[in-house]
C-alpha cells in the first residue's frame, strides 16, 4: 500500500492567516494527489484534483502543489467556513486507493 | 446534477452481512466513471472499500477483499455494497461516491450524504 502521512494533525489558524498543510506519499505518485473538504456531519468535497487542478467551483483561495512524493496545500487567506478536516488522497495505486489521515484545522 | 444517495440498514448483527444500495440519479451509471464506497468510522479518517465500472469491473481493498461484493444494476442506475462476517469494527459512516478518471484527474468528485451502520446485537 501506498501510506499518504499528513502533517500537521491538527492546525489552530485565525481568520485571514495563510495555511498549508502538507502530505507526503511513501512512494512516488507523480501528480496523482488529491485534496478534500469535509465539515462536520458531511461528506467530502473535492478541492484539488492532480496536485495543483482547482475542483470547479472552488475559490481560488485554495492552491495546490507537488508532484513526486511531497505535497501541500495552501488557503491563502482563512475564511470562517474554512474551519474544517483536510485529507489528501492518492489515486496513483488503485490497489488501494488510500488517503491521508486528515489535517484537523480550528480556529484559534 | 449528478445525485447519489445511500440506503440500507442502520443496525447489522455481528456476522451478520452489511448491505447498501446507492441510487445515482441525474446522470447514467453507465458513464464513463468509476462508482466507489468509502466508509469513516466514528471519529476516524477515511477508507476506501472498492469500486465498480458499469462493465462489472471491480477493484477492491485488499484489506477487505475477502467480505467484501460491490455489483452493478444498470437498470436502476444504481449499484450496491456487501461486506460479510461484519464486526464492531465495521461500523462507520458509509459514502458512495463516483470517480472520475479523465486525463490526470483521478478523483472522487460526486458523494453521497453518507449512511451511518452500526454493528451491534
Known amino acids: 500500500d501506498i501510506q499518504m502521512t499528513q502533517s500537521p494533525s491538527s492546525l489552530s489558524a485565525s481568520v485571514g492567516d495563510r495555511v498549508t498543510i502538507t502530505c507526503r506519499a511513501s512512494?512516488?505518485?507523480?501528480?496523482?494527489l488529491n485534496w478534500y473538504q469535509q465539515k462536520p456531519g458531511k461528506a467530502p468535497k473535492l478541492l484539488i484534483y492532480?496536485?495543483?487542478s482547482l475542483q470547479s467551483g472552488v475559490p481560488s483561495r485554495f492552491s495546490g502543489s507537488g508532484s513526486g512524493t511531497d505535497f501541500t496545500l495552501t488557503i491563502s487567506s482563512l475564511q470562517p467556513e474554512d474551519f474544517a478536516t483536510y485529507y489528501c488522497?492518492?489515486?496513483?495505486?488503485?490497489?488501494?486507493?488510500?488517503f491521508g489521515q486528515g489535517t484537523r484545522l480550528e480556529i484559534k | 446534477q449528478v445525485q447519489l444517495q445511500e440506503s440500507g440498514p442502520g443496525l447489522v448483527k455481528p456476522s451478520g452481512t452489511l448491505s447498501l444500495t446507492c441510487a445515482v440519479s441525474?446522470?447514467?451509471?453507465?458513464?464513463?466513471?468509476?462508482w466507489s464506497w468509502i466508509r469513516q468510522p466514528p471519529g476516524k479518517g477515511l477508507e476506501w472499500i472498492g469500486e465498480?465500472?458499469?462493465?462489472?469491473?471491480?477493484n477492491y481493498n485488499p484489506s477487505l477483499k475477502s467480505r467484501v461484493t460491490i455489483s452493478v444494476d444498470k437498470s436502476k442506475n444504481q449499484f450496491s455494497l456487501k461486506l460479510s462476517s461484519v464486526t464492531a469494527a465495521d461500523t462507520a459512516v458509509y459514502y458512495c461516491?463516483?470517480?472520475?478518471?479523465?486525463?490526470?484527474?483521478?478523483?472522487?468528485?460526486?458523494w453521497g450524504q453518507g449512511t451511518m451502520v452500526t454493528v451491534s446485537s
Open positions: 461516491a463516483r470517480k472520475v478518471v479523465s486525463g490526470w484527474e483521478n478523483a472522487f468528485d460526486i
Open positions: 441525474g446522470g447514467s451509471i453507465s458513464s464513463s466513471n468509476w
Open positions: 465498480i465500472y458499469h462493465s462489472g469491473s471491480t
Open positions: 512512494q512516488s505518485i507523480s501528480s496523482y
Open positions: 492532480a496536485a495543483s
Open positions: 488522497q492518492q489515486s496513483y495505486s488503485t490497489l488501494p486507493i488510500t
